[in-house]
């Protein structure tokens, strides 16, 4: 595609539910990152895939956060158990290589009420 | 750990009025020092990627310039449409190097 796209832009849930969000990155980018950002912060590492693999998930914050990128391409991002502060907006970025630039997504934004 | 610190926080400036922002980083190994634009709503728009001290980029009315410890961006005779966030981010040769660090960002607004 164009750009990397996000899916969904909003999502409210309930304090306790499952939520996964989705990232389709740039066709041919090998590199995938998650992000999370909170209002008035940068956005802060998560987890990077090389092609299939979770290459490092050190900025997951609990086990409750997993992500899967099973063929290579599009990523999910799954939270177990929400809690409201995980609430914040949720950034997908990928690039050629991990020296090379990376382009995010619109973000999701995620409200646990 | 790899820190960046952006300043000033908030920037407001008038249609044409000069001015530059500033990003100090700490970083073991720089591999790269990346400037972003966000818009409210939006996911970060990449600008710039500088490598080494001394090197500067320019795209429009923007430029970016690197020194051993701290980076610019300046702008030059801004626009309302320059109004944004601004991040720096760092990306070092330690461990976890794929990871860009970022700062808070300076909000800039451009006055009519």
């Known amino acids: 595609g164009a750009g990397v796209s996000q899916t969904p832009s909003n999502k409210v849930t309930e304090k306790g539910k499952y939520v996964e969000l989705r990232c389709d990155p740039i066709s041919g980018h090998t590199a995938l990152y998650w992000y999370r950002q909170s209002l008035g912060q940068g956005p802060e590492f998560l987890i990077y895939f090389q092609g299939t693999g979770a290459a490092d998930d050190s900025g997951l914050p609990n086990d409750r956060f997993f992500a899967v990128r099973p063929e290579g391409s599009v990523s999910t991002l799954k939270i177990q158990r929400t809690e409201r502060g995980d609430s914040a907006v949720y950034l997908c970025?990928?690039?050629?290589?991990?020296?090379?630039?990376?382009?995010f997504g619109q973000g999701t934004r995620l409200t646990v009420v | 750990e790899d820190q960046v610190t952006q300043s000033p926080e908030a920037l407001r400036l008038q249609e044409g009025e000069s001015s530059s922002l500033n990003c100090s980083y700490t970083v073991s190994g720089l591999r790269g020092l990346f400037w972003y634009r966000q818009d409210p709503g939006k996911g970060p728009e990449f600008l710039f990627t500088?490598?080494?001290a001394g090197e500067e980029k320019e795209k429009e009315r923007l430029k970016a310039t690197l020194t051993k410890k701290e980076s610019f961006l300046h702008i030059t005779a801004p626009k309302p449409e320059d109004s944004a966030t601004y991040l720096c981010?760092?990306?070092?040769?330690?461990?976890?190097?794929?990871?860009?660090?970022f700062g808070k960002g300076t909000k800039l607004s451009v006055i009519p």
């Open positions: 500088l490598y080494s």
């Open positions: 970025a990928s690039s050629w290589t991990t020296n090379t630039e990376a382009f």
């Open positions: 981010a760092v990306q070092g040769s330690g461990a976890g190097s794929y990871q860009l660090t």
